[in-house]
């Protein structure tokens, strides 16, 4: 099975911006409050969540669950991890 290498895979999860991911690719429900982006957390269905640009990461504060751009398709999408990196190259670029 072909392995994708862990600097491409962390290049993947850096340089597709996880608002991007959110609001584009994954057409999720989000809420913006003072210019802040909130968006439903696909665990809970809570809106305690940010994302932070400089990790870019996803948080939910409820579940206390990071997401990058691959744990996010995983979870809104409920695909496997492989599927997620096929999904984010596709998509993405
Ligand atoms: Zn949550």
Redesign the pocket.
């Known amino acids: 099975m072909f392995q994708y290498s862990s600097q491409y895979l962390r290049k993947l999860r850096n340089e597709i911006p996880i608002d991007t991911v959110i609001t584009n690719l994954l057409k999720m429900e989000v809420h913006k409050t003072t210019g802040r982006l909130r968006f439903r957390?696909p665990?809970?269905g809570?809106y305690h969540t940010a994302v932070n640009p400089q990790t870019n990461l996803a948080r939910?504060f409820?579940?206390k669950?990071n997401f990058n751009p691959i744990d996010l398709v995983m979870a809104v999408s409920g695909c496997s991890f492989m599927d997620a990196v096929q999904y984010l190259e596709k998509n993405a670029s």
Request: with cysteine; hydrophobic share 0%.
């Open positions: 957390c665990t809970c809570n939910c409820d579940c669950k």
